[in-house]
Each structure stands twice: as C-alpha cells, then as structure tokens.
C-alpha cells in the first residue's frame, strides 16, 4: 500500500540555524510533491510545489529538492525564526480525475529564540 | 486576499444525529475537496468535486456521506447519522483552474464533536 513517512519525532533548532525536515514514500508514483505548514487548530497553508521532472524549487528562505529515484524529498528553512515554528506537511499528488492530496504525518519544528 | 470559509467553527451533536458542513471557496475555483483530520492523527482525504459531481471519493466516504453545491457558491458536506468516530476537524479546500499547479487553498476547518 501508499506510504508517505515523515520523521514523527520534533525538530528542535536554534534561530537562525537551518531546519531540513525529510519525507519519504513508497509505492507511488507522484506527478507533484507540495509541502504545506499546519499551524494547532488550523487548516494547512500552501508553501511549495515540486514536479516530478525538477529536482529543486525555491522560494524565498525555502527550498525543496525532490529525488524520485530515492522517492524522497527535503525541505529546508534557512535563516529559521520562531515563528517558523508549526507542523509542516508532505502532501503528493498524482495527475488523474481528482488531484486529491495524500498528506504525511507532518514534522513538528520548534525553532528555538 | 481570497480565502476559504468554513462554517460552523465548531459543531456539537449527538451520536445519530444529521450534521451539514459548510464551506464557501474561492470564488472562480473549479475543483473541491473535504478532507478531515482525527485528532494527532493525518490528514486524509474525502472526496473531491468537479463540474457538479463527485470526481472521486475515498473509503471513508461511504453512504453516511454526501457533498453537494447548491447555489454555485456554497459547497456543503452533509454526514446523515454521525457516529462517534466522525469526530474530527473537517477541511474544505478548493483549486483553481490552472491544474498544472494543483496548490490548493483550504479553510479553517469545522471541529466535530460527536457525543
């Protein structure tokens, strides 16, 4: 069966430092990959897109890196601040009827003052 | 900035009771979606809606389940008789028509309490 992984455990950096969280999947074939952060209580919000034929998108101090030999993809955040600090999601998606999106469990980052 | 609204915020029912989520997306939006999240859990999908009919569905969705669009704006998810099991937060989410960019723009959610 699909299986996207992301680390289930918190990443807790110091401000300033860069935070790479990491998602992983197996048994699927995405046509894009999107990260999205979730702040508690909140719908998730839209932060990258990556297709299956780049290997990396930026945008601003994010940056995606998407290897589908791996079947991975690495997220980054340079130059983190507080309030960075929220639940970030891996989400694929395949092109078919409905584009509907199979998120991860999310990574929890704390970015430390 | 356009945003997705949902309405309630917040719904509390008994267990066998009818409950209808509310969703109103960007408007200009073409493809729709409700998605729900268990508490500490994922979020997963529902189903999505496209031209005035369901595009697909996932297991979740079975019977109990129904989406319609009224009038054009609105974009409702009707449970019939909730269980304690549909206790979570339900997203609605839209995208617009550029499909080779399937970014989509999801609401605050409803929280649902079942009893």
């Known amino acids: 069966s699909q299986k996207i992984e992301q680390n289930s455990e918190a990443l807790n950096i110091q401000e300033g430092k860069t935070a790479t969280l990491t998602c992983n999947y197996t048994?699927?074939?995405?046509?894009?990959l999107q990260w999205y952060r979730q702040d508690p209580g909140r719908g998730p919000v839209f932060l990258l897109l990556?297709?299956?034929?780049?290997k990396e998108k930026r945008k601003e101090r994010l940056k995606v890196t998407f290897d589908t030999t791996l079947k991975q993809s690495l997220f980054h955040i340079t130059a983190s601040q507080p309030a960075d600090s929220a639940t970030y999601l891996c989400?694929?998606?395949?092109?078919?009827?409905?584009?509907?999106?199979?998120f991860g469990s999310g990574t929890r980052l704390l970015v430390r003052p | 900035e356009p945003e997705v609204t949902q309405t309630p915020s917040h719904q509390v029912t008994q267990m066998g009771q009818e409950v209808i989520l509310r969703c109103v997306p960007i408007?200009?939006?073409?493809?729709f979606y409700w998605y729900r999240q268990i508490l500490g859990q994922k979020v997963e999908f529902l189903v999505s809606?496209?031209?005035?009919?369901?595009?697909?569905k996932s297991e979740i969705f079975d019977d109990q389940f129904s989406v319609e669009r009224p009038d054009g704006s609105n974009f409702t998810l009707k449970i019939r008789s909730t269980k304690l099991e549909d206790s979570a937060m339900y997203f609605c989410?839209?995208?617009?028509?550029?499909?080779?960019?399937?970014?989509?723009?999801f609401g605050p959610g409803t929280r649902l309490t079942v009893l």
């Open positions: 989400a694929l998606t395949k092109v078919d009827s409905s584009y509907k999106l199979i």
């Open positions: 048994n699927y074939s995405p046509a894009y």
């Open positions: 408007s200009n939006h073409l493809y």
């Open positions: 989410a839209s995208s617009g028509l550029d499909r080779d960019s399937n970014e989509q723009f």
């Open positions: 990556i297709r299956e034929n780049e």
């Open positions: 809606f496209y031209n005035n009919e369901i595009s697909e």
